[in-house]
């Protein structure tokens, strides 16, 4: 996914009410942009840590910037628009980066499906069926691991529930996790976080859900999914 024009380069002063983010750019000035992140973004940022942001190009937008890649207290880079993780992982399905998921002939997006009002991020159809996938995107690390969630998700668990009655009726589910941090090598269940969705993973895997890892490589021109990691 390239960026036209490239994010630009600012100073991460603080986030707060959850959807802010105050910024000082090169030139000094101090500005508030708006942080597209639901998730407590642990481990993500550090106060004064360099970080980049998109420009809507629209004045009327009461936040025209957007927080897109902030930089960790370990040094790391961190995607934290979770927003780009369903376009990333559809375009790397497209050419043919995530292996597991080829040979299908059409790809839609926010279907509704299931017994509690959902939406699959991606539904891929062929002759082989259809393949339902959910896209999760992981940036809190520890070392170089990754987990998800970083917060209680109960919309994670739902969506873990429908994928498993999916597998349970001879469906193919996939749980794709979109890894937007460039330390982590391995990603596992929050346990600690959020035992009630590391309960309902457990269930879907053994009912047959597929779970896959992707790592991105983050840059101000550019953030594209590069290769596979291990679930552990």
């Known amino acids: 996914m390239k960026f036209t024009p490239h994010f630009q380069k600012a100073t991460l002063l603080r986030r707060y009410?959850?959807?802010?983010?105050?910024?000082?750019?090169?030139?000094?000035?101090?500005?508030?942009?708006?942080?597209p992140n639901t998730g407590s973004m642990k481990n993500c940022w550090v106060e004064g840590g360099a970080c980049w942001y998109s420009d809507s190009g629209n004045p009327k937008r009461k936040y025209r910037h957007t927080l897109e890649i902030t930089t960790t207290p370990d040094g790391a880079l961190a995607g934290v628009n979770t927003g780009r993780a369903n376009a990333l992982v559809e375009?790397?399905?497209r050419t043919?980066?995530?292996?597991?998921?080829?040979?299908?002939?059409?790809?839609?997006?926010?279907?509704r499906y299931?017994?509690?009002?959902?939406?699959?991020?991606?539904?891929?159809?062929?002759?082989?069926?259809?393949?339902?996938?959910?896209?999760?995107?992981v940036t809190l690390a520890d070392a170089?691991?990754?987990?998800?969630?970083?917060a209680v998700s109960a919309r994670g668990a739902k969506h873990l529930r429908e994928l498993q009655k999916l597998a349970e009726g001879g469906v193919r589910a996939v749980l794709l996790y979109c890894?937007?941090?460039?330390?982590?090598?391995?990603?596992?269940?929050?346990?600690?976080?959020?035992?009630?969705?590391a309960e309902a993973l457990d269930k879907?895997?053994?009912?047959?859900?597929?779970?896959?890892?992707?790592?991105?490589?983050?840059?101000?021109?550019?953030?594209?999914?590069?290769?596979?990691?291990?679930?552990?």
């Open 179 to 197: 890894v937007q941090h460039t330390g982590i090598e391995s990603v596992q269940v929050a346990r600690e976080i959020d035992p009630v969705y």
């Open 204 to 232: 879907a895997v053994s009912a047959g859900v597929e779970v896959l890892a992707y790592k991105a490589r983050l840059g101000a021109a550019e953030i594209v999914l590069v290769q596979s990691l291990s679930f552990q």
């Open 114 to 137: 299931g017994d509690e009002n959902s939406r699959i991020d991606l539904l891929l159809s062929g002759e082989q069926g259809d393949c339902y996938v959910e896209v999760k995107n």
């Open 144 to 150: 170089e691991r990754g987990y998800f969630p970083d």
């Open 17 to 35: 009410k959850r959807f802010l983010a105050d910024v000082e750019s090169a030139e000094g000035e101090v500005f508030t942009i708006h942080c």
């Open 91 to 93: 375009e790397a399905i």
């Open 96 to 111: 043919g980066v995530v292996s597991e998921l080829q040979g299908y002939d059409s790809l839609r997006r926010e279907v």
